[in-house]
């Protein structure tokens, strides 16, 4: 509470509101029953399928690609390549009006710069026949030798200053305690359940292409750029997301593939990327290498922080992960310093993926917190208490809502922290977990807060429902339902006379699913636009002869459960809305909504914007067999108010779950010679399964931050993820006595731990 | 997936004489083939369908032991009351295979010839492999070999037999019943299959147009087994290791043992060696450790799988020491 500037506990939306209720999802039905249509579901009248041909070199040029077989294989029509693709162009660079994933359009020349690389598509009556012809395409190539090398350890060019306060290297040499570790996060790959797809349909000189995309104006946008049309002529839908996890932010390749296809036959063309390209082409978290130093006083203060980091990116884009996300805002310390640099692979290029940036980098910088504490003898709760700013230290701005300390304290008395015996292997489990050694470890993490700009559309129906249009997207969390409680609070339909529309850019433009950013950035343009069909209602409502309100005054009237009544007089005592819209013989009452970004926006330029979480981790341990599960995590989140207590702790069990695969599963390797992901397959790439995933116990602080919206909305899709590998390296070390700085935790590494025996 | 003729027999010499073709491929349950073949690693010409041949019965025999049918499904053996009481090992290790969903697909005849999961077998696009196409080299051997063998691997393969069920079997000692153009006959499981050598695309001692029938498991030993394996989740993951032991404890000493390995040999693999071991010795874990010192004394490991030598000696001593509890 004491760094919050204007949130207050007392604030909180009282219990009874739709506003904070567990609401199971509106669209919840249509999923459980197969009717949601998800972009690969879209089938239209003579549709016809593409299937992609990659390369199976790493780095060279394409000598010679011969068609001829696959062109006369049954039922195949086209077969598009570097010399009949056609004009396809690059989105602007760096500019943020529209982005895409790989800088470079589909068969732009003879290069290729990564294995599975697009080289050719075939298209044909069926997906069997145009696998079998994609299949036949002779491709010769002229290879190079390839940079593959996980390692980025010989680094030795240029760094960027990412942040800088103090004499960092002074503060380090004389610091009494110090921390110098190198901390590696693998390659990993983004496995929504629903893998990409693009199903392209022409009218004219118009094209609509069911997308799966996180954000379906921005792939509007892009699209034209890259198809060299009018942005009017684009029209994107995507209905439902079985998630993207940040890989389906931007447009990728096959989209102008199918595009351009779907032109060419004048024939709806649909591309389904397999799991195995999701694996080469659809981007992945690229693998860090962070140097921390850590200096601090004996009795645990930071003096001194400096983070090192180098990310690898393809040879096409420069893609920084951003690993100092967190650092310099984190804990109070006088010098600090984050550099970073890039280091080009012969891989596909990265995109984000879920907390991009301050998950790795948190990995780093929390591992290493966990290292101090035991050097300090001081406990990890302690020492991140003992280190909390007042401020931003890295822009001097106050905290909007910041409850670090109040997430550590809660979870250290939800875990039982005080009953940690911190020597290795010292602790036992009784019942289930009888004969097993336990490990306990904790870590703090943060993700920033964003509000883009969206707009909404928001219509009272002469039937009495009440529908609501943007283009954003519910990538599966639940901005569907989001958008009908924000409405139930405003207009007080219930929620099935709420129709929500979105994922189509015929709808005013919305904000991208990602960065945990959606619901913060949709809230204010839903209630605007709620305030304003109200107010055109209640002008209606006294402006038209034969209205029951005809001529009294509208700032006495209200809209309550959707009546219009005196505000004196109970709400059904007035009349349905529908009633007004009828009498006033006009088609329905709409009011739109802006919301403007936090960039943009005065108030929002004094606070530094950011969530917060404390994730208490046990594992459970059998030395005599090396066998390691997480078997425990209470996560405690300060993301602001929560819209939707379901959906939100929904996020934040899925992302510890997520947590334990990236601490003890996730990594893709990538053949050595040839460069092909070699372990691209959901049998071969491990993330955790259901018995892999431990009992999650969630707790949201609640605080609304009310700079970011009138609710104090943030956003949670991120913020469960970031501190859960850290969390169970620290226990690992707990119970095992081995320091796993290079993720993910094997059982090679446990295999080498002392301890033989429970 | 290639174009195939599709054969659908109503008796086993029909499906037999239907098979002896070049080309020709039976499918059971499919739950490797078909995934083989849309990865254009296997390219059947026909496929000759046993689904309705009657071989899906489990049946007690005589002597105590067992007969069960090629195409009885994996769950449905995994819970039969017979295997459950008499075969605990092999339910355990059934069930600690695949998936439900793949389980009621996959059968034991099919499981008997499941192929490998070394991913550069799966992928045509992944370089050579001597098990796909003979004589092309092995990308194993210089590439990712975290998860392949360390026993009985060759200069030609090191890929890892992938089975949970005939590990067990091959601790039960069952018997492989077989029918082809030349007529019956039966294989102890031991000696069906093959160590890849200079031939790694040969994994059994099956001609063309056999057919696996029924498997006979003898009476075991001892009801003291267990199956353990041990793998970095906890769910459907092939085995890093695993250990089928069945024993006979009497007094304290171990009167008899069989011991199979799965996840480290290029085939299931009987420690014999260590089985002499510990025979007529006390149970006790200094005699443990040294019948998984013998057990995998011959391991060979490559680049990343040297913990497997170690992983699978623990995995035996923790199976030995839960099996003679």
New interface residues.
């Given amino acids: 509470m004491a760094n919050g500037a204007m949130d207050d506990a007392s604030l909180n939306t009282a219990t009874t509101s739709i506003i904070g209720a567990a609401v199971p999802r509106i669209d919840g039905p249509f999923k459980a029953t197969g009717t949601a249509q998800y972009t690969a579901d879209f089938h239209f009248p003579n549709l016809v399928h593409a299937v992609p041909v990659?390369s199976?070199i790493a780095n060279g040029t394409i000598r010679k690609l011969d068609t001829a077989k696959a062109e006369s294989m049954p039922g195949v029509l086209l077969v598009l390549h570097k010399d009949n693709i056609g004009k396809l162009y690059r989105v602007i660079p760096n500019d943020f009006s529209a982005t895409s994933s790989e800088a470079r359009p589909p068969f732009e020349d003879t290069r290729i710069f990564y294995w599975g690389q697009y080289v050719a598509v075939v298209i044909a009556e069926t997906l069997?026949q145009a696998?079998?012809a994609a299949?036949a395409v002779q491709v010769e190539y002229d290879s190079a030798p390839a940079s593959l090398k996980p390692s980025l350890a010989d680094y030795a060019g240029k760094r960027k200053s990412v942040s800088k306060r103090g004499d960092v290297n002074k503060a380090y040499e004389e610091a009494p305690v110090k921390v110098d570790q190198l901390y590696v996060t693998p390659v990993e790959t983004h496995n929504p359940i629903e893998m990409h797809a693009s199903v392209a349909v022409w009218d004219g000189d118009n094209v609509t292409l069911y997308e799966t995309t996180q954000g379906v104006w921005n792939a509007k946008l892009a699209m034209a750029q890259i198809l060299g049309i009018p942005s009017e002529n684009v029209q994107i839908i995507t209905k439902y997301l079985g998630s993207g996890f940040g890989g389906k932010l931007f447009p990728w390749p096959h989209s102008a593939m199918a595009a351009v296809a779907a032109k060419r036959l004048n024939r709806p063309v649909k591309l389904s990327v397999n799991r195995r390209m999701m694996f080469s082409n659809v981007g992945h978290r690229p693998r860090c290498e962070q140097q921390m130093k850590i200096g601090a006083t004996k009795d645990g203060k930071l003096v001194a922080l400096r983070q090192d980091y180098l990310n690898h990116t393809s040879f096409i884009d420069d893609i920084d992960e951003g690993c100092g996300e967190c650092t310099p805002y984190l804990y109070s310390v006088p010098n600090l310093e984050v550099t970073s640099a890039l280091v080009q692979r012969n891989t596909g290029t990265p995109s984000p993926m879920r907390g991009p940036g301050a998950v790795p980098g948190l990995f780093a910088m929390e591992s290493a917190m966990d290292e101090m504490a035991i050097a300090l003898n001081i406990d990890p709760v302690e020492l991140r208490l003992r280190n909390e700013p007042e401020k931003d230290e890295s822009t001097g701005q106050k905290f909007s809502s910041r409850h670090l300390k109040e997430c550590l304290e809660t979870g250290r008395e939800k875990f039982g922290w005080s009953k940690r015996n911190p020597a290795i292997g010292s602790m036992r489990g009784t019942g289930s977990q009888a004969g097993k050694i336990l490990g306990w470890g904790m870590a703090a993490a943060s993700w920033g807060a964003f509000r883009f700009g969206a707009n909404a559309s928001v219509e009272l129906c002469p039937n009495g429902r009440v529908c609501v249009r943007s283009a954003t997207q519910d990538i599966g969390t639940g901005t569907y339902t989001i958008f009908a409680q924000v409405l139930h609070d405003k207009i007080g339909v219930p929620l099935d006379r709420i129709d929500v529309f979105l994922g189509d850019t015929a709808h005013p433009e919305g904000a991208m699913s990602g960065g945990s950013w959606a619901t913060a950035s949709c809230i204010p343009s839903l209630v605007m636009a709620c305030d304003n069909a109200k107010r055109t209602l209640l002008r209606l409502a006294v402006e038209t002869e034969g209205s029951p309100h005809h001529n009294h005054d509208a700032a006495k009237l209200e809209l309550t459960s959707g009546f219009v009544h005196p505000s004196d007089q109970p709400y059904h005592q007035g009349i349905p809305f529908e009633e007004i819209i009828r009498i006033a013989r006009v088609s329905g009452v709409t009011g739109q909504g802006r919301t403007v970004s936090t960039f943009e926006d005065p108030k929002a330029k004094d606070f530094s914007l950011h969530s917060y979480s404390a994730v208490f981790v046990e594992v459970e341990w059998e030395p005599?067999?090396?066998?390691l599960?997480v078997s425990r995590v209470v996560s405690v989140i300060d993301g602001g108010k929560i819209i939707n207590r379901k959906a939100a702790a929904n996020q934040i069990m899925g992302a510890v779950v997520m947590g334990v695969g990236m601490g003890?599963?996730e990594e893709t390797?990538y053949?050595?010679?040839?460069g092909?992901p070699?372990?691209g397959s959901m049998?071969?790439y491990?993330v955790?399964?259901?018995?892999?995933s431990p009992t999650i116990d969630v707790t949201f602080l609640d605080y609304p931050d009310l700079v970011m919206n009138e609710y104090g909305a943030r956003g949670v899709g991120e913020i469960g993820l970031a501190g859960v590998a850290p969390a169970i390296t620290a226990a690992v070390y707990h119970a095992t006595g081995i320091r796993v700085r290079e993720l993910p935790v094997?059982?090679?590494d446990l295999?080498k731990s002392n301890i033989r025996e429970a | 997936m290639n174009q195939f003729n599709y054969l659908h027999p109503a008796s086993t010499d029909q499906a037999v004489s239907s098979a002896s073709s070049d080309g020709s491929k039976f499918i059971a349950g499919g739950t490797t083939l078909v995934d083989l073949m849309k990865l254009y690693v296997e390219n059947p010409s026909t496929l000759v369908d046993v689904n309705d041949l009657p071989l899906a019965q489990v049946e007690s025999l005589p002597n105590g032991g067992l007969r069960v049918g090629a195409m009885v499904r994996n769950s449905d053996l995994a819970f039969h009351p017979t295997v459950k009481e008499k075969y605990a090992v092999l339910s355990e290790a059934l069930l600690s295979g695949a998936s439900p969903q793949l389980r009621n697909m996959a059968t034991t005849g099919g499981n008997l010839l499941q192929r490998t999961r070394c991913p550069y077998f799966r992928d045509v696009t992944a370089g050579p492999c001597n098990k796909r196409n003979p004589g092309t080299g092995c990308s194993a051997i210089d590439g990712f070999n975290r998860t392949m063998a360390i026993l009985g691997t060759s200069d030609h393969c090191i890929a890892t037999h992938p089975s949970d069920m005939d590990v067990a079997m091959t601790a039960l000692e069952a018997l492989i019943f077989i029918e082809g153009p030349k007529g019956k006959r039966s294989v102890p499981i031991n000696d069906f299959y093959k160590l890849p050598g200079d031939t790694p695309h040969i994994e059994n001692v099956l001609e063309p147009g056999e057919l696996i029938t029924h498997v006979e498991i003898p009476p075991a030993i001892s009801t003291k087994q267990h199956y353990l394996k041990l793998r970095d989740r906890a769910s459907y993951e092939f085995a890093l290791a695993s250990a089928a032991v069945v024993a006979r404890v009497e007094g304290g000493h171990i009167h008899s043992v069989r011991i199979a390995m799965g996840g480290v040999g290029t085939r299931p693999w009987r420690a014999h060696e260590a089985e002499a071991v510990l025979t007529g010795k006390p149970a006790t874990p200094a005699h443990f450790q040294a019948a998984a010192e013998a057990a995998l004394r011959g391991a060979k490991p490559h680049t990343e799988n040297a913990f497997k030598v170690e992983l699978a000696k623990r995995c035996v001593i923790r199976a030995l020491k839960v099996a003679t509890a």
């Avoid at chain 1, 005599?624 to 066998?627: F, G, L, S, V």
């Avoid at chain 1, 955790?688 to 892999?692: E, L, N, R, S, V």
Wanted: aromatic share 0%.
């Fill in positions: 990659q199976t069997e696998t079998a299949k005599d067999i090396a066998r599960r003890l599963l390797r053949d050595q010679r040839n092909q070699i372990n049998a071969d491990l955790a399964t259901c018995p892999d094997r059982i090679e295999l």
